[in-house]
């Protein structure tokens, strides 16, 4: 491996951190560690209607009570800063317009109405639902009608309508994706606020970023970033696209399974040796009997080959097994502390 090993993880501040971006934390954090490399916080706040107050703050203290310290970050600071995505809006901002000057991003007027009844006439015909280009070739004279008119518009990117795109991730290998059936994207949204497809690219890039894990949800959003930074003569940074963490049933796990955050394990009594050991091994294995690690046991032997393409099954069973073994490990004054 060449160059500083640079991983983000990057919680919106919405709720209680669910156990799924958890994992990726961890993932990041033992990666990083293995390498010797800088695992870095980011806060992404641009969906303003959806931020909670108090959520940075408990999005912290999962990743300090797991033992997860971070190299860069809020309240630590370091020199690739800020790290709150709402303190960052102007850097967004240049970079979109420079892709507008270069003719790789244009101004949007549609009104909520007329894509609410594109995608309407599009399901009916049973065709690819997105944003139709409408106004990806206005032509001058009706792009000034629409300012003076007064609408504010959202910035679209121009996606190749040719070719394919291809993902060389570490987890999946080679994913291709026809750049036809991506639709333009929304980079910046009429409220100036960036979405997560510009903004995260935007940080990944100047923070320097080596290596990006994200759960397989994302990956069908991957051509789009992919496209964004070859527009922007950038060099991505390698993907890893983690497999979802499944209830029992094999259906994504959710609130309805019971409990999903960090906070509810902890509260139940769970210990963050017995947690952090638990979720390492959802997606991840050393081999196929050891079950036990330590956190820097864990660090020293964890790698991107080893994670595995399927999704993972969240065994209640095991995680109570396993705590019940660390809390045997403990001494009285140790557990009266814990």
């Not at 935007?202 to 964004?228: K, T, Y």
Request: aromatic fraction near 10%; proline fraction near 4%; include cysteine.
């Amino acid at each position: 491996m060449t160059g500083r090993v640079r991983v983000r993880y990057a919680p919106s501040p919405t709720g209680e951190p669910h156990v799924g971006n958890i994992r990726t934390a961890i993932f990041d954090w033992l990666f990083a560690r293995r390498h010797g490399g800088d695992f870095i916080i980011r806060i992404e706040d641009t969906d303003q209607s959806r931020k909670v107050e108090g959520a940075v703050e408990v999005q912290l203290d999962a990743l300090r009570w797991l033992g997860l310290d971070w190299d860069e970050g809020p309240i630590k600071g370091g020199d690739y800063g800020p790290y709150v995505q709402s303190q960052r809006l102007e850097t967004y901002r240049r970079v979109v317009g420079e892709l507008i000057d270069g003719g790789k991003a244009y101004r949007c007027y549609c009104s909520i109405e007329r894509l609410s009844r594109v995608r309407e006439e599009q399901a009916k015909r049973k065709d690819t639902v997105g944003y139709d280009r409408y106004c990806r070739d206005l032509a001058d004279s009706q792009r000034k009608e629409q300012h003076d008119s007064g609408v504010t518009p959202v910035v679209r990117f121009k996606m190749p309508l040719e070719g394919t795109t291809t993902l060389n991730d570490l987890v999946r290998g080679d994913v291709n994706f026809e750049n036809r059936l991506v639709d333009d994207f929304v980079m910046l949204k009429s409220d100036g606020y960036p979405t997560y497809h510009l903004a995260h690219v935007v940080d990944d890039h100047l923070m320097e970023i080596s290596h990006v894990f994200r759960g397989e949800d994302w990956l069908s959003s991957a051509p789009r970033h992919l496209q964004l930074y070859k527009a922007l003569g950038w060099v991505c940074p390698e993907f890893a696209h983690l497999p979802n963490i499944l209830a029992a049933d094999r259906s994504k796990l959710s609130k309805r399974h019971g409990a999903t955050s960090v906070r509810e394990f902890q509260e139940k009594g769970y210990l963050p040796q017995a947690m952090l050991n638990f979720l390492a091994l959802l997606g991840w294995s050393l081999d196929d009997k050891t079950e036990l690690f330590t956190r820097d046991e864990l660090a020293r032997n964890f790698s991107i080959e080893r994670v595995s393409r399927s999704g993972a099954i969240f065994n209640a069973e095991k995680l109570d097994w396993m705590n019940g073994h660390y809390i045997r490990e403990m001494s009285h004054q140790e557990l009266a502390d814990a």
